[in-house]
Nanobody
Framework: QIQLGESGGGLVQAGGSLRLSCTAS???????????VGWFRQAPGKEHEFVAT????????YYADSMKSRFTISRDNAKNAVYLQMNGLKPGDTAVYYC????????????????????WGQGTQVTVSS
C-alpha cells in the first residue's frame, strides 16, 4: 500500500491553467516510482471519470479523449511525484481530482479503469469559472 496526497487545486477562470501534484508517503518501503499512477475526477452528481494515466517508467501515458489535447501527465520519480498539467480549462472541468496508484506488471503498464487501482488520495477541488 501507499499513501497518496493531491495538491494544486483551486479556483481558476476559463482558459486558465493549473498543475496538480500527487505525492506519496512510503509504506513498507515502496516508493511511488514502483506504481502506475492515474488521475480521475468526480463532478457533483456524477461518477468518477478517468482523466489520464502514466506507467512506472513514465514512458507510457494514456488520456481520456476529451482531455488529451489540454492535459499532460508526467512524473518525477526522484521527487516521488506525479503531475497533471491542465491548460485551457473549461467550466466542465470543475470537479474533485483524485490520484490513484497501483503496482504495475511491468515498467510500461498503465491502467484506465477505476477498479484497477487500490490506492487513492483524498482529492483536490478544481473549480473553473466562466
Amino acid at each position: 500500500q501507499i499513501q497518496l496526497g493531491e495538491s494544486g487545486g483551486g479556483l481558476v477562470q476559463a482558459g486558465g491553467s493549473l498543475r496538480l501534484s500527487c505525492t506519496a508517503s512510503q509504506v513498507f518501503g515502496r516508493a511511488l516510482n514502483t506504481f502506475v499512477v492515474g488521475w480521475f475526477r468526480q463532478a457533483p452528481g456524477k461518477e468518477h471519470e478517468f482523466v489520464a494515466t502514466i506507467s512506472r517508467s513514465g514512458e507510457s501515458t494514456y488520456y481520456a479523449d476529451s482531455m488529451k489535447s489540454r492535459f499532460t501527465i508526467s512524473r518525477d520519480n526522484a521527487k516521488n511525484a506525479v503531475y497533471l498539467q491542465m491548460n485551457g480549462l473549461k467550466p466542465g472541468d470543475t470537479a474533485v481530482y483524485y490520484c490513484a496508484a497501483e503496482a504495475g506488471v511491468n515498467s510500461n503498464t498503465y491502467f484506465t479503469h477505476r477498479r484497477e487501482y487500490g490506492n487513492w488520495g483524498q482529492g483536490t477541488q478544481v473549480t473553473v469559472s466562466s
